[in-house]
């Protein structure tokens, strides 16, 4: 079999080997290599409608831009062109994703083909400009691409981003609509403002954090002396944590919940428990995976990452679980001004067997969402809410505990 160009597909060939014998024997029925589907059905089904559609020159609507990190300064960006229409808006906007199957993600997102060309950040070039406008607009922008090549067929998967469908450096790029950017945002990249202050009244005026991640990687915010493109993995984290930290003060102010709380939700096997205690703010998210998991191939037990802050938040970066740690905290935030209330806030996130494929970040952030709009658990004690929230864990709750630095085991001499 043919060496994968995805170094996520290689290390799980390497851990649940595939071969031409096994393959002809399941025949995509019995799945003797241990995947939960068959890999190559499922690429079939992508592949086929996505390559009739690819050519060196393409029009359609454009819905967003991809901004690279590799090689910064100069890194490789340009807009994202629909070869379906119809779906265009959707395939850009996680927002209206939840529910979708690993599946329905991956076909949608393969039907987006990335333009490449290397910019320097600061770049004001025609390509910059370009993409700037597409970013901004409410809607998609109908683009006319011509390739240095035909883009060929991939698809490419990160813990950060959605996932990416074809790519292909590009000769020429010239927009064939009109951009409808709104005149608040218009105003916006206009002033001499800081982009934080520019994301908080966009974020006040009701625009989303996938937009206003888009807004922020095209470099259209900011004083105009440090005006950039923003690497769009670098973007969609620095949203967040611009966001919730402009929450966390509003919370602050808010009165301390009366009692506990519990919320949960689970999607493309990720399970979250949420509880919310009569406490000041603070926070704490627990990552528990399962063994055989993408990350944890080899593993014979669960392996947990924490991360915590305080009530006046924290200076560093929340290393062990990047974006989602941000992702999770934002939609919890957003949940506790909804209320006018401040509470501590302890997030448990399991992730399951069957996650083999990243499909980014918003899935902490809309699965929490999700979690924090549904009718919640209420308790008078501790103890309560946490034997609720362990008859739903697979990993023992006392593994939880050890690495708790909210729940302390002062607090919790039953769960010893």
Known sequence: MPESRCEIVRAIIRHMPMSKELCLRCKGG????????????????????????????????????????????????????????????????????????????????????????????????????????????????????????????????????????????????????????????????????????????????????????????????????????????????????????????????????????????TYLDNHFEVLLMPRRWEYEMFEGWAPNTLWTLGLEKPAINAEHEGYHGRSDYAESEGGAYYAARLAVLEALRRMRRQAGAVVFREIYEGYIIPVGVWEVRENVRRAMRSRPEKFQSLREALADIASRLRIPLREYLSRSALLQQRRLDDFA
């Open 30 to 265: 019995r799945l003797l290599c241990g995947r939960p589907a068959c890999p190559l059905l499922a690429k079939l089904m992508v592949r086929a409608p996505v390559e009739a559609k690819l050519g060196e020159h393409i029009f359609g609507p454009s819905p967003g831009i991809f901004v690279g990190w590799k090689g910064y300064p100069r890194v490789l960006a340009g807009p994202l062109t629909a070869l379906e229409e119809e779906k265009a808006q959707l395939c850009d906007n996680p927002a209206e994703w939840y529910g979708m199957g690993v599946d329905e993600i991956v076909r949608m997102r393969s039907m987006l083909v990335r333009s490449k060309a290397e910019v320097d950040v600061r770049s004001r070039s025609k390509i910059a400009e370009l993409s700037q406008e597409i970013a901004l607009s409410c809607v998609p922008t109908d683009t006319e691409v011509r390739f240095e090549r035909k883009p060929s067929f991939s698809v490419s998967f990160s813990p950060f981003t959605q996932p990416l469908g074809p790519s292909a450096p590009v000769k020429k790029i010239e927009l064939a609509g009109n951009p409808r950017i709104p005149g608040r945002v218009c105003s916006l990249a206009e002033d001499e403002v800081s982009a934080t202050h520019a994301l908080k009244v966009l974020y006040d005026s009701g625009y989303d954090v996938y937009y206003l991640t888009r807004v922020l990687s095209s470099g259209a915010l900011g004083l105009e002396e440090k005006r950039r493109m923003v690497p769009t993995r670098w973007s969609i984290t620095a949203v967040d944590d611009t966001l919730g930290r402009m929450l966390m003060k509003q919370v602050r102010g808010y009165p301390v919940l009366n009692e506990y709380r519990v919320y949960r939700s």
